[in-house]
């Protein structure tokens, strides 16, 4: 227990969640929107992360961390450790990689049709087996 304030540190007293949100809407839209998604649900939880993103204004323009945090959340991983991660890189004002559209599939998948004739099943027919069957009929 803490009997005098004047020994408490600063991140106790001072630092508030709606401090945090103060100083979110100072920055910008975006961090604003990623400090209210921190404190929506158990905000004394979630508290030093939002500091931290906040004291990245310390290091960082203000405008580059709203558009990282920006970038964090158009990513759909709004957390600390990616807004850090993005102004480390310097890729805030860089667009976003295109999507590859293949759903995050590995590189070579590919239906089982691909592989019918490159490893033949044990009792399983093969379209070759099925035409050299078929070529033998038909000439008998």
């Given at each position: ?58 290091k960082h323009d ?75 009929e038909g000439t008998?």
């Open positions: 227990m803490i009997n005098n304030p004047r020994n408490c540190p600063r991140s106790l007293t001072q630092l508030t969640p709606a401090w945090c949100r103060r100083q979110a809407t100072a920055i910008g839209p975006a961090c604003e929107q990623v400090i209210a998604g921190l404190l929506a649900e158990g905000a004394l939880y979630r508290l030093r992360a939002a500091q931290g993103v906040i004291g990245l204004a310390d203000p405008a580059r961390l709203d558009a990282a945090c920006a970038k964090a959340v158009t990513a759909g991983d709004p957390s600390y450790r990616t807004i850090k991660g993005i102004l480390a890189a310097g890729t805030e004002r860089g667009a976003p990689p295109a999507s590859a559209g293949d759903g995050g599939a590995a590189a070579f998948l590919r239906g089982p049709a691909s592989f019918a004739n490159v490893i033949p099943m044990p009792g399983a027919v093969t379209s070759d087996a099925v035409h050299a069957t078929a070529t033998q008998s």
